[in-house]
């Protein structure tokens, strides 16, 4: 088995663990049967996945929280860009829960109370929680 014999530098660990659940949400779609689009580049745009029914496309937001309160306050980082997203969703990254959100207009709310769905980090909870938004 290979073994890693460098240490990522605590910057550059946040960045490969916060596209780690975008590639995350983006199985857990197409498993679900959504096709997945990556831009190449979001920077500004707010936009780190696309994904079609093959009739209607939708922008996402993939946000990872280090921490397992449910309860922590989330900020609006999308609010002052021209683009329309069209859900949030946010991983914990110590815990086993997720939320679907639509985007809000306040600068924080509370992710536990902003009227989005719940869901535990697996296949069906996922594509139960996504159906409900």
């Not at 049967?33 to 209607?56: A, C, M, N, Y």
């Not at 922590?72 to 329309?84: E, P």
Request: charged share 25%.
């Amino acid at each position: 088995m290979p073994l890693k014999t460098s240490a990522l530098a605590s910057e550059q660990h946040r960045h490969y663990q916060s596209h780690s659940f975008e590639q995350y949400a983006a199985c857990l779609l197409m498993a679900d049967g959504w096709e997945v689009f990556q831009p190449f580049l979001d920077h500004g745009r707010k936009t780190d996945l696309v994904i079609s029914d093959g009739h209607v496309f939708y922008r996402v937001q993939i946000k990872s929280l280090e921490t397992t309160d449910e309860s922590v306050i989330v900020k609006n980082q999308w609010k002052n860009t021209d683009t329309k997203i069209d859900y949030v969703i946010y991983f914990s990254q110590q815990g086993e829960w997720g939320y679907i959100i639509r985007p809000f207009s306040r600068n924080h709310i509370r992710l536990k109370f902003a009227g989005g769905i719940r869901f535990r980090q697996d296949q069906k909870h996922f594509s139960q929680a996504f159906a409900k938004i």
